[in-house]
């Protein structure tokens, strides 16, 4: 199973910026989608982006125009990068993969904690 890292989380003031990064254990070359989840104290977790082995992404309501995910298949990563952000993006997010092209993901990393506050 491959192993993922996140990093890059912290603590923002509104309109802020971060960028988060995975870092996949083995080439993820095959793998389908990568995508970032995040779930909020109370909440249910909930998909932010996805990305697609052919580079088609695919966003939240919530977060387009204001996130952007990347992957790079030379390095194993996937990132987000999140401008503008507000109270409501902090959560802790998650990085997930998952080979096939459809059904549930199959690996999840450990999570990064975003906060965004004053």
């Known amino acids: 199973q491959v192993q993922l890292v996140e990093s890059g989380g912290g603590l923002v003031q509104p309109g802020g910026s971060l960028r988060l990064s995975c870092l996949a254990s083995?080439?993820?070359?095959?793998?389908?989608?990568m995508g970032w989840y995040r779930q909020a104290p109370g909440k249910q977790r909930e998909l932010v982006a996805t990305?697609?082995?052919?580079?088609?992404?695919n966003y939240a309501d919530s977060v387009k125009g204001r996130f952007t995910i990347s992957r790079d298949n030379t390095k194993n990563t996937v990132a987000l990068q999140m401008n503008n952000l507000k109270p409501e993006d902090t959560a802790v997010y998650y990085c997930?993969?998952?080979?096939?092209?459809?059904?549930?993901?199959?690996?999840w990393g450990q999570g990064t904690q975003v906060t965004v506050s004053s």
């Open positions: 997930a993969l998952r080979v096939a092209p459809l059904g549930a993901f199959d690996s």
């Open positions: 083995r080439s993820i070359v095959s793998i389908s989608t």
């Open positions: 990305i697609t082995r052919g580079g088609t992404t």
